[in-house]
């Protein structure tokens, strides 16, 4: 009798499933493995969309749930979440027994993942290390890299910053980010195929979008958490004196989304913003279909850095909290400054798009890390390569 490999993935956040989803997909299909899906955080919270719901509607099976998340988003709340997040996860792990447990990117609970797992002895892959930001995101990126045994890196710059840190280089693979295997599914898109306001509500104004369109996504920057108001409002006065169509998208958790949530209901209703509709989330594959059609990306999120890249979507960056990662043909950095916003946008939409670039994958990481899953060793201890 073949007994599957059990893979416990947690996912923490909406990025999160976006970033992953293409990897369940191919654990799911998998005949030697057994997907063990464990969802946690802010993605089972209705105000930072639901990213449960898309997951449940996908047909994925949830093996466990965690409510981990102190409200508050300020500094004290993500350590505590943190914490908690260690002891919740600690349970399911002991009730699932998985074989390798699978933890993503560089959020706070991730590391809560990471670091249960590794003091249960269970072995751990890690999905995206190696890349640098600048910020609280790479002190916990590169610790999980530490406590991760099998590393999938998103790029070769990536690949090679992991061995740098010490890792055995068998256990360290460049497979591409799997959002870019969603990328790919829309690449050739010709139309944006759905109405967002009919299949996604939101609130706020419904402009036109036949002319093109603007979406913005700013996420607060956890070390500048305090500035959160002040950097938001920025971007607001911009998007304002433009009065462009525009689909904006509401921040994520981090210390600060309490001054970015207050910054935008203020100006909102002060301003009305009679060109802006606001969305909490929408499937992943549905998002990228709303860039892929637009005229630019405005922000910090890193869709911009790597989807947006692949697609070719013209991006104006905002801010540190993307700072140092690498960057395809499609990106202008500025600072928290109205006019260069305002001046960034509209020379992004004058050029309009870029070549497609491959530098964080071409569209099959998925399937590459279900196989390696499937065959890599289990090991929970580290070859020393220093």
């Known amino acids: 009798m073949n007994i599957k490999r059990k893979i416990a993935v947690v996912v923490t956040a909406r990025p999160s499933y976006s970033r992953v989803k293409t990897v369940l997909t191919a ?29 449940e509607k996908d047909g994925f099976v949830i093996a466990a749930k965690v409510f981990n998340v102190l409200e508050g988003e300020n500094l004290t709340a993500a350590a ?41 002895n269970i072995p751990l892959a890690h999905i995206q290390g190696g890349e640098v930001t600048g910020n ?6 590169h610790a999980i890299t530490k406590l991760a045994d099998y590393h999938f890196v998103a790029s070769e710059n990536a690949k090679d910053r992991v061995l740098k840190l ?63 108001r002040k950097h938001i409002e920025v971007t607001l006065e911009a998007i304002y004196k433009l009065n462009k169509p525009t689909l904006w998208f509401w921040p994520n958790v981090d210390a600060g989304a309490d001054g970015t949530s207050t910054g935008i209901r203020a100006f909102r209703e002060q301003h009305q913003l009679p060109n802006v509709h606001f969305f909490k989330n929408m499937e992943g594959k549905d998002f990228l279909q709303l860039l892929r059609h637009s005229q630019c990306l405005i922000g910090n999120s890193s869709v911009g850095i790597r989807e947006c890249a692949f697609l070719g979507v013209p991006v104006v960056n905002i801010g540190s909290r993307q700072n140092k990662r690498e960057r395809g043909g499609n990106s ?21 798009k870029s070549v497609s670039s491959a530098i964080y994958g071409n569209g099959n990481a998925g399937v590459q890390i279900a196989e390696l899953l499937q065959k890599l060793p289990l090991q929970f201890h580290k070859t020393i390569m220093y």
């Open 332 to 352: 202008v950095d500025v600072v928290y400054s109205q006019e260069r916003i305002e001046v960034a946008i509209l020379d992004a939409i004058k050029k309009g």
């Open 166 to 228: 010490g890792e055995d280089p068998e256990m360290v693979f460049n497979t591409g980010c799997p959002s870019i295997d969603l990328a790919d599914e829309v690449l050739m898109s010709k139309a944006l195929p759905f109405d967002p306001y009919e299949k996604y509500g939101g609130v706020g104004a419904k402009p036109d979008l036949s002319n093109g369109y603007l979406v913005v996504m700013q996420h607060p920057v956890t070390t500048e958490y305090q500035d959160s």
């Open 136 to 141: 609280i995101d790479e002190k916990v990126r």
């Open 80 to 120: 505590k979440t943190t914490g908690i997040g260690i002891l919740e996860l600690s349970t399911v792990f002991d009730t699932l027994k998985p074989d390798i447990v699978v933890t993503v990117a560089d959020r706070f609970e991730t590391m809560a993942t990471a670091i249960a797992a590794s003091y249960m």
């Open 27 to 55: 654990i799911q299909q998998h005949a030697d493995l057994e997907l063990q899906l464990i969802v946690a955080a802010s993605a089972l919270l209705d105000r930072y969309g639901s990213a449960v719901n898309y997951i």
